[in-house]
């Protein structure tokens, strides 16, 4: 069983910054990947980023330029540096992770993100 736990979610200004964590119970380079989502209300779940096992990230495009997500492997944990925040990035935020073998996704609980105006 993999635990993944998010924190760093709050209220904040718009145009501020907030950097979220996820900590895997596991060693990360069990995952082939891990990222964040997010779900809005009344809205769909998703992407915001993802890093690979070889440190390739991908984003939405709305996020490019002003989320950055990185990864230390000493302390099995994936970051989300949040910057320029807009009230329209209100949502929870889910950190998720691709278990190698056998392949299977995890998911965190999820962290408040609130952004006024």
């Known amino acids: 069983q993999v635990q993944l736990v998010e924190s760093g979610g709050g209220l904040v200004q718009a145009g501020g910054s907030l950097r979220l964590s996820c900590a895997a119970s596991r060693n990360i380079f069990s995952f082939n990947a891990m990222g964040w989502y997010r779900q809005a209300p009344g809205n769909q779940r998703e992407l915001v980023a993802a890093i690979t096992d070889g440190g390739t990230t991908n984003y939405a495009d709305s996020m490019k330029g002003r989320f950055t997500i990185s990864r230390d492997n000493a302390k099995n944990t994936v970051y989300l540096q949040m910057n320029s925040l807009k009230p329209e990035d209100t949502a929870v935020y889910y950190c998720?992770?691709?278990?190698?073998?056998?392949?299977?996704?995890?998911w965190g609980q999820g962290t408040q993100v609130t952004v006024s105006s």
């Open positions: 998720n992770a691709d278990l190698r073998r056998p392949p299977y996704r995890y």
